[in-house]
């Protein structure tokens, strides 16, 4: 069955520190992956995505991350997080196939302490 | 360019009442979609079209009517609501050529 999985329901960094978001995910075919940020009370915003090429893809707001398909992962990473960036955050898995479904994980929400 | 809109913002239904849920973006996307968001689920997909005129079902369809007469367009109705159904919902569209969805910024619905 396809999925995805986020095994951080809640993260809490402090502000300045590193900050690295877990993503698994099981699908047949060759995915797409991308990560949304979600502000409260707004729609998503799309991050970063991996089509194919270089494993280790830039976003915006300084985030990266890297595909690992030897683990099936996408983990989503910033080096020095801002308050700014205390949002909830989604993986999702999409294919061409699929008249364009994306399968999202159950988001980490992330807390940033002053 | 406003992208995805959705109206309207906010919504409160009795059981049983029926409402159109609006959605239409300015990009010229082909590819439309609709999402219900619930606690701890992620995004689930309701409906979607490839085009003027073709709606297929997603994962959680039961409840929900879709149709494409434009390329701009994609209603979502609700013939009678449930309590089942609160949740926010999230329209979405996507180029034919490129996977990734922009999203719209969401109606929040609750039903008593």
């Known amino acids: 069955a396809q999925s995805v999985t986020q095994p951080d329901i809640h993260i809490t960094v402090s502000e300045g520190a590193s900050l690295e978001l877990r993503c698994n995910y099981s699908y047949g075919a060759t995915p797409y992956l991308f990560w949304y940020v979600q502000s409260p009370g707004q729609g998503l915003q799309l991050l970063l995505k991996y089509f194919s090429g270089d494993t280790l893809v830039q976003g915006i707001k300084g985030f990266e991350a890297e595909f690992k398909r030897s683990q099936s992962s996408f983990n989503l990473r910033k080096p020095s997080v801002h308050w700014s960036d205390a949002a909830e955050y989604f993986c999702a898995v999409g294919n061409y196939n699929q008249g364009g479904k994306l399968i999202f994980g159950q988001g980490t929400e992330l807390s940033v302490k002053p | 360019n406003a992208g995805v809109t959705q109206t309207p913002k906010f919504q409160v239904l009795k059981t049983g009442q029926s409402m159109t849920l609006q959605c239409a973006q300015d990009?010229?996307?082909?590819?439309m979609s609709w999402y219900r968001q619930d606690p701890g689920m992620g995004l689930r997909l309701i409906h979607y079209?490839?085009?003027?005129?073709?709606?297929d079902q997603g994962e959680v369809p039961n409840g929900y009517n879709v149709s494409r007469s434009t390329t701009e367009d994609f209603p979502l109705r609700l013939l009678s609501a449930a309590p089942s159904q609160t949740s926010v919902y999230f329209c979405a569209s996507r180029q034919v050529d490129r996977p990734e969805q922009y999203f719209g910024p969401g109606t929040r619905l609750t039903v008593t």
């Open positions: 079209s490839v085009g003027a005129g073709i709606t």
């Open positions: 990009m010229n996307h082909e590819y």
